[in-house]
T-cell receptor
Framework: DTAVSQTPKYLVTQMGNDKSIKCEQN?????MYWYKQDSKKFLKIMFS???????INETVPNRFSPKSPDKAHLNLHINSLELGDSAVYFC?????????????FGPGTRLTVL | GENVEQHPSTLSVQEGDSAVIKCTYS??????FPWYKQELGKGPQLIID?????GEKKDQRIAVTLNKTAKHFSLHITETQPEDSAVYFC???????????FGRGTSLIVHP
């Protein structure tokens, strides 16, 4: 009964490859997010989707393309991976009615680009 | 946009001591201030939050205080236990938005 799940948990790949990370939430939330956490633990929002529509794209290279087939899923595809893409990527969801909406995070995907 | 500063970056205490983590924010329109705890290998999880119409909130051993005038808010953990060891993030959310701006995190280490 995991609320927000991500696969894979670990991803090791070579520079230049294309990879995807999948995210699913079973909370019935309308809004989903992708965050990047760097090696210093800084959490930075990348994208926000509301009911399958892109709401926020925070200066992320266009090599990153989120896709939301339905409101329970938000996948992240990354083209031409670079060394600097190595980080932990978190998917999250919330049901915002006001600004006071708890974010529910997935367990994270640790991406290592060699 | 909002900017959240968090201090200290690392905090080491003995079991039973208190721990205080402080944050400041820049956008006076922010009205919701959640705190998240991230245990090793896991995603952040909300532990307590405070809204701008409240000055203090407590939940067992944790409490948050908010000074809107100074744009400061703090997390207080009393009687710390080893299982409190984690990275703690403060965040601020402006009214009209639901996207939090996170501080850079505080790594709390509680020594038995």
């Amino acid at each position: 009964d995991t609320a927000v799940s991500q696969t894979p948990k670990y991803l090791v790949t070579q520079m230049g490859n294309d990879k995807s990370i999948k995210c699913e939430q079973n909370l019935g939330h309308d809004t989903m997010y992708w965050y990047k956490q760097d090696s210093k633990k800084f959490l930075k929002i990348m994208f926000s989707y509301n009911n399958k529509e892109l709401i926020i794209n925070e200066t992320v290279p266009n090599r990153f393309s989120p896709k939301s087939p339905d409101k329970a899923h938000l996948n992240l595809h990354i083209n031409s991976l670079e060394l600097g893409d190595s980080a932990v990527y978190f998917c999250a969801s919330s049901q915002p009615r006001t600004s006071a909406a708890e974010q529910f995070f997935g367990p994270g995907t640790r991406l290592t680009v060699l | 946009g909002e900017n959240v500063e968090q201090h200290p970056s690392t905090l080491s205490v003995q079991e039973g001591d208190s721990a205080v983590i402080k944050c400041t924010y820049s956008d006076s329109a922010s009205n919701y201030f959640p705190w998240y705890k991230q245990e090793l290998g896991k995603g952040p999880q909300l532990i307590i939050d405070i809204r701008s119409n409240v000055g203090e909130k407590k939940d067992q051993r944790i409490a948050v205080t908010l000074n809107k005038t100074a744009k400061h808010f703090s997390l207080h953990i009393t009687e710390t236990q080893p299982e409190d060891s984690a990275v703690y993030f403060c965040a601020a959310v402006p009214g009209g938005s639901y996207i939090p701006t996170f501080g850079r995190g505080t790594s709390l280490i509680v020594h038995p």
